[in-house]
């Protein structure tokens, strides 16, 4: 595997529910991000990692809760939520945060459907 | 406050050349990315700026002017493999990046 890689590529849940998105990266970089892409509308920022620790959040809902055990792995987990959270979910890393030409990679994404 | 935008669709001919702007306002600044996204796939790097003046890289080229706030990407000899999503986004000060909605565009033989 190269690059960054998300697991799974699309999920459909219930308000109900509970799941985890799985994000890795065989890159060796030191900081991951969650972005959140609805159609028409600029990436949101979720969270931000930087050598395994958050870095920023975003003012997002509680119901979505990041992990990140190491350097090359990043949770997304998911409980009750709502319609309006249905979207493509990005996992990206960079070299660093905090450097301004630090371009990132993103993996395939996750297409949520929240129903 | 921070925003940026771009426009929405654009249309264009195989073989010609097509330029995309971007305007932003922010009180810190630290460079300006352009990506490519094609439909159903991630987003991937494609320049970045951070003094003024004309990056060219192939058949693309990206330009910054940090006092008019404004940059573009230029694209040239359009090939219909072009037609994507391109997004710009701003490092603001504290590096986070700041994105446009994108602006898709359309390549027509």
């Known amino acids: 595997e190269t690059g960054v890689t998300q697991t799974p590529r699309h999920l459909v849940m219930g308000m109900t529910n509970k799941k985890s998105l799985k994000c890795e990266q065989h890159?060796?970089?030191?900081?991951m991000y969650w972005y959140k892409q609805s159609a028409k509308k600029p990436l949101e920022l979720m969270f931000v990692?930087?050598?395994?620790?958050?870095?920023e959040n975003n003012s997002v809902p509680s119901r979505f809760s990041p992990e990140c055990p190491n350097s090359s792995h990043l949770f997304l987990h998911l409980h009750t939520l709502q319609p309006e959270d249905s979207a493509l979910y990005l996992c990206?890393?960079?070299?660093?945060f905090g450097t301004g030409g630090s371009e990132q990679y993103f993996g395939p994404g996750t297409r949520l459907t929240v129903t | 406050g921070q925003n940026i935008d771009q426009p929405t669709e654009m249309t264009a001919t195989e073989g010609a050349i097509v330029q995309i702007n971007c305007t932003y306002q922010?009180?810190?600044?630290?460079?300006l990315f352009w990506y490519q996204q094609h439909a159903g796939e991630a987003p991937t790097f494609l320049s970045y700026?951070?003094l003024d003046g004309l990056e060219e890289k192939g058949r693309f080229s990206s330009f910054l002017s940090r006092s008019k706030g404004y940059s573009y990407l230029l694209l040239k000899e359009l090939q219909m493999k072009d037609s994507a999503s391109y997004l710009c986004?701003?490092?603001?000060?504290?590096?986070?990046?700041?994105w446009g909605a994108g602006t898709k565009l359309i390549i027509k033989p």
């Open positions: 990206a890393s960079s070299q660093e």
């Open positions: 890159l060796g970089h030191n900081a």
């Open positions: 990692y930087s050598l395994e620790e958050r870095v």
């Open positions: 922010t009180s810190g600044f630290n460079g």
């Open positions: 700026n951070v």
């Open positions: 986004a701003f490092a603001d000060s504290n590096y986070q990046l700041i």
